[in-house]
């Protein structure tokens, strides 16, 4: 979870104990993902009962997190409402609490984080006054980027995934000639996309918070502006895309090549090019050092044990271990911190011989570099289709490997 | 009643109300294709169909119901949805030029178009 939604899921939930006896209360939570894992983290760590996890993918009921049954969301009618409260962190709260009610729950539901600033499921008078007032004020942020970048088509990366920034700007320049656009800029959510950006192009790149990047996108779509271009596989709501999932079976980078961009199947991506030497390589044994990366915003982590095995996998073969950390990020246990900018990264795996780390967006940033490359899956599927996330995520040229315990 | 109201009285009706834009770039004809598909034929699911193109085979199964909409009625219901995410029983369907969409996988050979149409309900 990005840092400054774990803030706002740590200050709704102290505004929520000052008003609820939280520990009177049975506690579910909505949606199994790693936000909800975190936010599971979190209130156990302030000493709360968690009853269980919904979630509506049937591939996940059974399965468990710290304990904690992931169950199918009709098992909350089994609780007394006034004494149940379903807490909720994933961008889908509006859709579940519509579910919520359906089933016949009257308990409270409560959304911890605003992941989702575009939806709220009411057509009211106050609705649609507050939601005018936002379209107003993204359009003062369009007329502020027009200001700054004038006469450059606008490109809106919505989501900070390094992983959709990547597949962005390596079929963006087709896109822009298909169109005959030669000025553009960037917009993006956080720094780590600009330095993902970065790599590919020198256009400018605009950093916005995600509220303001919101607001900005949902102005564009508003005004109908033809001098922009939302480059996103599922956002915002317009986006719909991921709804072929459920029929076929198509792999990321193929949603983005054709299903984004409108591009040939057959068009090759472009490769990054802005890469620079770390400065420290001479710190990595070549060839006899492993980069692991198991940290990762958006994916459920894996066991500890699976890491612990790793780490003892390469010390017995006398490898230097690193561990690819950022911010506050620990390295693992008998590993050694490294902390490469972006667009160093390739030049630390190139040199160490060998990396393995959780699929993220940090292993798309790596695809081209010539090492062993090995990605790792939890065993989930992806969103709420029949497909596992290897199906959807995986990376040519990379080994490829599902971790099912 | 407004078409506000409208569409929030039908959004407790139907199970899902689609509006279609027939346009180019794989949406031609897309309203009359739609309600002839074998994905309108065999779903389940209650829908509206919501369009200023003719149908010609308006309210042939108990599935879904088509209502023609002037010019001025589209914009206004197109205004709100690009507003906001007011429903997610709630879709509209086009080419647009803005974002990505599921035409460009019929396009780009990956899709059919009844295969696009399942999606779309499922």
Known sequence: MELQYYREMQKSLEEMESGTNLAQKRIYLFGHCNATEELADLLMEKGYGVTAILDNSEAKHGMEYRRLPIVAPHTILREPAEQTIVCIVTRFYEAMYAQLRALGFTGEVRKLVDYNTYAEYSLSRETLERKKTRVEHGRVLIDCLEKKYPGHFRVFCPFAALGDVYFCMSYLPYFLEKRGISKYMVCVPSGSCVKVAELFDECPVEVMQQRELDAAIQAELYIQDENAFIAHQDRPYVVNLSRALYHKRIPLEKVYRCGVFGLSDRT??????????????????????????????????LPAAIWQDIVAHFRTKGYQIFTNVTGAEQPLEGTMPVSPQIC???????????FIGIRSGICDVIRTAECRKIALYPDYNYCDTKWKSIDIYAIEGFENIVVTR | M???ESIDRCLKTFDMILMLMDGDGGTENLTEDF??????????????????????HPNDTDHYEYWKLTDEEQKRIQELYMMYDFSDH?????????????????NAGIMTREEVFQALLN
């Not at chain 1, 160093?344 to 060998?354: C, F």
């Not at chain 2, 879709?91 to 974002?99: F, R, T, V």
Request: charged residues 20%; contains cysteine.
């Open chain 1, 268 to 301: 090759e991506p472009n490769p990054p090019m802005h890469w620079k030497p770390y400065p420290d390589l001479n710190r990595i044994e070549k060839n006899r050092a492993v980069i692991l990366s198991p940290y990762a915003k958006s994916v459920t982590a």
């Open chain 2, 90 to 106: 709630f879709h509209m369907i086009s080419n647009d030029s803005k974002y990505g969409g599921l035409f460009n996988y019929v």
């Open chain 1, 344 to 354: 160093e990264m390739r030049s630390v795996v190139e040199q160490a011989g060998t």
């Open chain 2, 35 to 56: 309600c002839c598909s074998v994905a309108m034929k065999t779903t389940s699911k209650k829908v509206l169909i919501l369009s200023t193109s003719g149908c010609l």
């Open chain 2, 2 to 4: 407004t078409i506000i």
